[in-house]
């Protein structure tokens, strides 16, 4: 079946960066784009862009320029989500999410809770 | 930058239908997406482009869109439907940049 792994938990340092690991299997992973969603401790669902996993171009919401790089291993069928220069407020649970046949994150990882303290 | 506003809150009773709106400016033009989230879950996929329900999801679930206003229904809603609804749409730009609704906690009890 489809199925979206992504990585454990981590605690960083303000100023450290993070990598974020999704690993997909049960589909063809050029087939879809892949979502990557921001969580807040008790907020809302916030769309951080996608990657079209067929030619690696990302797109990003305009809040998540800069620090925020996504890429892909298609050898390994991995989406990596990577965080730089961390700072408290970007403690929370990414999630990444596939599209599917034009429906929009149909399917969704655990999600990877990233916190971020001193 | 594109918004979609939701009431932060709905409460209905047991087999009551529960109605959640969404409102953007764009939602004329591009599809509206509703997302489940229970408590300490990821989300869920509960209707498509508008109105459509992917398999799986129960047939009290269904979404309309007229004018600026997406709505889902929840018909003869269960307590197990108590949950964190999540619309999502694009804006207009044509760029293909997504956004979420704030979200709406609907409460059954």
């Known amino acids: 079946q489809v199925q979206l792994v992504q990585s454990g938990s981590e605690l960083k340092k303000p100023g450290a960066s993070v990598k974020v690991s999704c690993k997909a299997s049960?589909?063809?992973?050029?087939?879809?784009?892949m979502n990557w969603v921001r969580q807040a401790p008790g907020q809302g669902l916030e769309w951080m862009g996608w990657i079209d996993t067929n030619t690696g171009n990302p797109m990003y919401a305009q809040d998540f320029t800069g620090r925020f790089v996504f890429s892909l291993d298609t050898s390994v069928n991995t989406a990596y989500l990577q965080i730089s220069g961390l700072k408290a407020d970007d403690t929370a649970v990414y999630y990444c999410?596939?599209?599917?046949?034009?429906?929009?994150?149909?399917?969704w990882g655990q999600g990877t809770l990233v916190t971020v303290s001193s | 930058s594109y918004e979609l506003t939701q009431p932060p809150s709905v409460s209905v009773s047991p087999g009551q239908t529960a109605r959640i709106t969404c409102s953007g400016d764009a939602l004329p033009r591009k599809y509206a997406y509703w997302y489940q989230q229970k408590s300490g879950q990821a989300p869920v996929l509960v209707i498509y482009?508008?109105?459509k329900r992917p398999s799986g999801i129960p047939e009290r679930f269904s979404g309309s869109s007229s004018g600026t206003m997406a709505t889902l229904t929840v018909s003869g809603a269960q307590v197990e439907d108590e949950a964190a609804y999540y619309c999502y749409s694009f804006d207009s730009s044509g760029n293909l940049k997504g956004v979420f609704g704030g979200g709406t906690k609907l409460t059954v009890l």
């Open positions: 482009e508008d109105s």
């Open positions: 999410a596939r599209d599917s046949q034009g429906a929009v994150a149909v399917t």
């Open positions: 049960g589909y063809t992973f050029t087939s879809d784009a």
